[in-house]
C-alpha cells in the first residue's frame, strides 16, 4: 500500500513564494507522482505531474512559468517550489500517485490510484 505525506504550504502574500514536498512511502518507485488542488466551492483542479524517473511533466497552463516540480527518486519525493503566487492559487493542495503517464493526469476520467491527506496553500492581496 502506498501511503503519500504531504508538506509545506502556508499563508504568503501575493508576488511570494512557497514549496510543497510529498513523500511517498510503500511500492511508489514507479509510479508518476504530482498535484491537485481544490479551492472553495470549486471541483479538483490538475496542476502538474511528473513521470516516475522525473524525466516527463506535466503543468496546467495557469501554472506554467510559475511553480517547478522536481523529484528524488532516492528519496521517492517530489518538490514543487511555487513562485509569483497569486490569490487564485489559494487552495487545498493533494498530493496524488499513479501508474498513468503524467500527460493522461489532466483526462476527465482520472480518479488517481493514491492521494495525500491535503495541505493548504493561502495567497493574500
Known amino acids: 500500500q502506498v501511503q503519500l505525506v504531504e508538506s509545506g504550504g502556508g499563508l504568503v502574500q501575493a508576488g511570494g513564494s512557497l514549496s510543497l514536498s510529498c513523500t511517498a512511502s510503500g511500492p511508489a518507485r514507479s509510479y508518476a507522482m504530482g498535484w491537485f488542488r481544490q479551492a472553495p466551492g470549486k471541483g479538483r483542479e490538475f496542476v502538474v505531474s511528473i513521470s516516475w524517473n522525473g524525466a516527463n511533466t506535466n503543468y496546467v497552463d495557469s501554472v506554467k512559468g510559475r511553480f517547478t516540480i522536481s523529484r528524488d527518486t532516492a528519496k521517492n519525493t517530489i518538490n514543487m517550489q511555487m513562485d509569483n503566487l497569486k490569490p487564485e492559487d489559494t487552495a487545498i493542495y493533494y498530493c496524488?500517485?499513479?501508474?498513468?503517464?503524467?500527460?493522461?493526469?489532466?483526462?476527465?476520467?482520472?480518479?488517481?490510484?493514491?492521494w495525500g491527506q491535503g495541505t493548504q496553500v493561502t495567497v493574500s492581496l
Open positions: 496524488a500517485a499513479d501508474d498513468w503517464a503524467p500527460m493522461f493526469w489532466t483526462l476527465p476520467d482520472y480518479r488517481g490510484d493514491y
